[in-house]
């Protein structure tokens, strides 16, 4: 066993503190890595504070994870010392259900194996990335590439797959319409990616105060939801509407923007289910979906994508010592756009 410094939540309500955590043994397939960047993502919090059910604390999160390989087992052959690796949302999956062996393993239908709060092969409970190592089966380890800013990489581990996925599944590209709903961590990366797909990006945000870093990354056009005119400005307009909220939006009004065969998909993840007007889906055969992260291999697509067109996070870098006061941050979303914890105040 290997002890590590880390960062770990022991309440739903008390801050997260500083503490030690073990990693297993290295076995054959497994690979150790000195984690250099952790992002924060909304699910870390909402999991810490016990929103998403019950939690094993003391719990470490974090499932947007870089590093390099500082030590391989005896049978490794995807991954070598020194490589730059990444860790996202899953560390493991049952690899022979259907939804496995067509490598969606995020959908394995005995449930993957979460980078935390999930029961381990071992028994144990996966802890994540808020630590200063992780061993992880190479199998889901990622490489990633060196070309793409090392602080901006780690959420591309679960923000950016997480878009990347839907927009790649339902053809965003040249001579397609995409809508993003929210311009938070999720809603920048979609904006990226939707863009350097080729499709035409509108974004949909509360008010206009982000339109000119939209419009920077890529959006061709920004409305306000608050103005009710935006809503019959747009009708039967978007072939496919990314919605990143985690909070209820107004179901009816959101898909009567979607033109013929046009699809929501919903990313974010409010607690409480979303009321679907039926009427609002006949009309122009529109279909409601979500979509959850990626499989690996998609996640390693995504990955050389970006770093092939040179996009990346937008991050605000953060020592170990201030992620109580992000996570404040996040929750009145005052970021720009990601917070990534510096492991290396950790150590
Ligand atoms: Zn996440
Ligand atoms: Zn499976």
Same mark, same amino acid.
């Given at each position: 066993?290997? #002890?590590?410094?880390?960062?770990?939540?022991?309440?739903?309500?008390?801050?997260?503190?500083? #503490?030690?955590?073990?990693?297993?043994?290295?076995?054959?397939?497994?690979? &150790?890595?000195?984690?250099?960047?952790?992002? $924060?993502?909304?699910?870390?919090?909402?999991?810490?504070?016990?929103?998403?059910?019950?939690?094993?604390?003391?719990?470490?999160?974090?499932?947007?994870?870089?590093?390099?390989?500082?030590?391989?087992?005896?049978?490794?052959?995807?991954?070598?010392?020194?490589?730059?690796?990444?860790?996202?949302?899953?560390?493991?999956?049952? =690899?022979?259900?259907?939804?496995?062996?067509?490598? %969606?393993?995020?959908?394995?239908?005995?449930? *993957? #194996?979460?980078?935390?709060?999930?029961?381990?092969?071992?028994?144990?409970?996966? %802890?994540?990335?808020?630590?200063?190592?992780?061993?992880?089966?190479?199998?889901?380890?990622?490489?990633?590439?060196?070309?793409?800013?090392?602080?901006?990489?780690?959420? +591309?581990?679960?923000?950016? $797959?997480?878009?990347?996925?839907?927009?790649?599944?339902? *053809?965003?590209?040249?001579?397609?319409?995409?809508?993003?709903?929210? &311009?938070?961590?999720?809603?920048?990366?979609?904006?990226?990616?939707?863009?350097?797909?080729?499709?035409?990006?509108?974004?949909?945000?509360?008010? +206009?105060?982000?339109?000119?870093? @939209?419009?920077?990354?890529?959006?061709?056009?920004?409305?306000?939801?608050?103005?009710?005119?935006?809503?019959?400005? &747009?009708?039967?307009?978007?072939?496919?509407?990314?919605?990143?909220?985690?909070?209820?939006?107004?179901?009816?009004?959101?898909?009567? +923007?979607? =033109?013929?065969? @046009? #699809?929501?998909?919903?990313?974010?993840?409010?607690? %409480?289910?979303?009321?679907?007007?039926?009427?609002?889906?006949?009309? *122009? =055969?529109?279909?409601?979906?979500?979509?959850?992260?990626?499989?690996?291999?998609?996640? %390693?697509?995504?990955?050389?994508?970006?770093?092939?067109?040179? $996009?990346?996070?937008?991050?605000?870098?953060?020592?170990?010592?201030?992620?109580?006061?992000?996570?404040?941050?996040?929750?009145?979303?005052?970021?720009?756009?990601?917070?990534?914890?510096?492991?290396?105040? &950790?150590?």
């Amino acid at each position: 066993m290997l #002890t590590v410094n880390a960062i770990a939540a022991t309440s739903a309500t008390d801050p997260l503190v500083r #503490t030690t955590i073990e990693r297993r043994d290295l076995g054959p397939r497994d690979v &150790l890595i000195e984690i250099r960047y952790a992002g $924060i993502c909304h699910s870390d919090i909402h999991t810490v504070r016990g929103e998403w059910g019950t939690v094993p604390y003391p719990l470490t999160v974090g499932h947007e994870i870089v590093g390099r390989v500082a030590e391989v087992g005896a049978e490794v052959g995807k991954h070598a010392v020194g490589d730059r690796v990444g860790v996202g949302c899953m560390v493991n999956s049952c =690899r022979e259900c259907e939804n496995c062996r067509s490598g %969606q393993e995020q959908y394995c239908l005995g449930g *993957n #194996t979460g980078t935390y709060a999930s029961v381990d092969r071992d028994g144990t409970i996966t %802890q994540g990335g808020y630590s200063t190592h992780v061993v992880v089966d190479e199998d889901f380890v990622l490489r990633v590439p060196e070309t793409i800013p090392y602080a901006s990489a780690a959420p +591309l581990l679960c923000a950016g $797959i997480t878009t990347y996925s839907p927009l790649s599944h339902w *053809n965003a590209g040249p001579g397609k319409k995409v809508a993003v709903v929210g &311009l938070g961590g999720l809603g920048h990366m979609a904006v990226k990616i939707a863009a350097a797909m080729g499709a035409e990006v509108t974004v949909l945000s509360q008010t +206009l105060g982000k339109k000119d870093d @939209g419009l920077a990354f890529g959006a061709e056009h920004y409305y306000a939801t608050s103005d009710p005119a935006t809503f019959e400005t &747009l009708a039967n307009a978007f072939d496919l509407i990314i919605n990143t909220v985690s909070a209820p939006i107004d179901m009816a009004a959101y898909l009567r +923007l979607l =033109r013929l065969d @046009g #699809t929501l998909v919903s990313v974010g993840a409010p607690p %409480q289910p979303l009321p679907v007007p039926v009427f609002a889906l006949f009309g *122009n =055969r529109r279909s409601f979906a979500g979509s959850s992260i990626g499989g690996i291999a998609e996640t %390693q697509e995504m990955l050389d994508f970006c770093a092939e067109r040179g $996009i990346a996070p937008e991050v605000e870098v953060i020592d170990a010592a201030a992620v109580n006061d992000a996570y404040e941050r996040v929750l009145s979303s005052d970021v720009r756009y990601r917070f990534v914890i510096d492991i290396d105040s &950790l150590r």
